[in-house]
């Protein structure tokens, strides 16, 4: 065999080792970090910009992150939660900071406790809730979408924690829709406008968006008595060979920051005084347990 064809193949293996292996000596790993356009988890101005986070929870957390591994090269996209899992399905190396797990996301991500919020909530008009005033005191979802009558609407491509997931998957639920062209404030505003009847949504959202005057103050929240108190909010990374290893060190990083007054204000900053106060204790388990516990091995991540 000539030289020059030993010479080629030896550099053919050489780049497929560096591939699979990773990069050089002295090179710094690519970090590709996805960002969603809803406030109070992140706020997207034009293009995301990591030098220009948002004062969002998500904002918060991931420049906390960016700051810790700073022997990584970051990237920031804007991605919808669908197009993010299309990505992970097709093995493209991507994270994202403060998503909902659930088994669907499960089978293409790693995943890293990360906060714990309030559980979702009913989204109805006080014209609605006049007319039924037994729900002031929690209402359940189950039920509500057995109601052929009662015209509900939910943003397509979202998680609201595996007990009101399946309440939306089930073939009871007659009553409840799926929506795939409307965004978060503009579910809002259908229940404001009467065009729907309700819808669900994390509290700290609907409460921005009324102070915001991008919703009108007539619509209001309600407890659903089939959620769980909080919805646990995690990082997500592709499930491969890159995902564990990017998964590995964020794990690694969270733990070190839990404990930290930086890591629980992203989230207080959005709390009401009586949320703070009425579930302090469940937060601050929170924080210790996840400054404690290494979630990822050597080989493996949830």
């Known amino acids: 065999m000539c030289i020059s064809r030993i010479c080629r193949l030896a550099a053919r293996a050489c780049a497929v080792a560096l591939a699979c292996c990773g990069p050089a000596h002295g090179q710094a790993q690519q970090m590709r970090w996805a960002v969603y356009d809803l406030a109070p988890s992140y706020f997207v101005r034009g293009t995301p910009n990591l030098a220009a986070l948002g004062e969002g929870i998500g904002d918060q957390l991931l420049g906390m992150l960016v700051r810790s591994m700073p022997d990584y090269q970051h990237e920031v996209v804007l991605m919808n939660m669908p197009r993010v899992m299309a990505e992970m399905q097709a093995g493209k190396p991507i994270c994202v900071v403060n998503a909902v797990r659930s088994p669907e996301r499960a089978q293409l991500a790693y995943s890293t406790p990360l906060i714990i919020t309030p559980a979702p909530q009913l989204v109805l008009n006080t014209h609605l809730l006049e007319r039924h005033p037994d729900w002031k005191g929690g209402v359940s979802l189950a039920a509500l979408t057995r109601d052929a009558e009662l015209r509900g609407q939910y943003q397509v491509g979202r998680s609201f924690g595996d007990k009101l997931d399946a309440i939306l998957r089930a073939d009871a639920n007659v009553g409840m829709k799926p929506n795939s062209g409307a965004s978060a404030a503009n579910a809002l505003r259908m229940i404001g406008m009467g065009r729907a009847d309700y819808t669900i949504e994390y509290p700290i959202l609907v ?55 930086e890591y629980q204000q992203a989230l207080a900053r959005w709390l009401s005084k009586q949320e703070l106060s009425q579930h302090q204790l469940d937060y601050e388990r929170f924080y210790q347990r996840r400054a404690r516990t290494r979630y990822c091995s050597a080989t493996s991540c949830p």
């Open 207 to 261: 409460a921005l968006r009324i102070r915001e005057k991008e919703v009108s103050p007539d619509v209001v929240t309600v407890p659903i008595i089939d959620a769980d108190a909080f919805v646990e909010g995690v990082v997500l990374c592709t499930r491969n060979a890159w995902g564990l290893d990017a998964m590995r060190r964020i794990d690694k990083e969270l733990q070190l920051h839990a404990a930290t007054p």
